[in-house]
């Protein structure tokens, strides 16, 4: 079992930051990747950012180049630094550990961007 709480989450003008924390518990050594993925009312969760063990990490193509991935093992949480933020960036946010045995979300975090 693996337990992911997210936090960071708020209100922010458009081209501001945020930085959001998901600090991870449980069997950590089963996780092969860990990831943020955003929902808003209506539509599916998807993909924001993802990091792997040993690869480089991903994005989406709406948020390269303003969103950062990163991880400090030493305190097992994972970051997504959010810079020059968009209205439409406003969702859900949801922290992901990926492991063989499948998926573990956290209760996520809400993000909203005023313009």
């Known amino acids: 079992q693996v337990q992911l709480v997210e936090s960071g989450g708020g209100l922010v003008q458009a081209g501001g930051s945020l930085r959001l924390s998901c600090a991870a518990s449980g069997n950590l050594f089963s996780i092969n990747a860990m990831g943020w993925y955003r929902q808003v009312p209506g539509k599916q969760r998807e993909l924001v950012a993802r990091i792997y063990n040993s690869a480089n990490p991903i994005y989406a193509d709406s948020v390269k180049g303003r969103f950062t991935i990163s991880r400090d093992n030493a305190k097992n949480t994972v970051y997504l630094q959010m810079d020059s933020l968009k209205p439409e960036d406003t969702a859900v946010y949801y922290c992901?550990?990926?492991?063989?045995?499948?998926?573990?979300w956290g209760q996520g975090t809400q993000v909203t961007v005023s313009s």
């Open positions: 992901n550990g990926r492991t063989v045995q499948g998926d573990y």
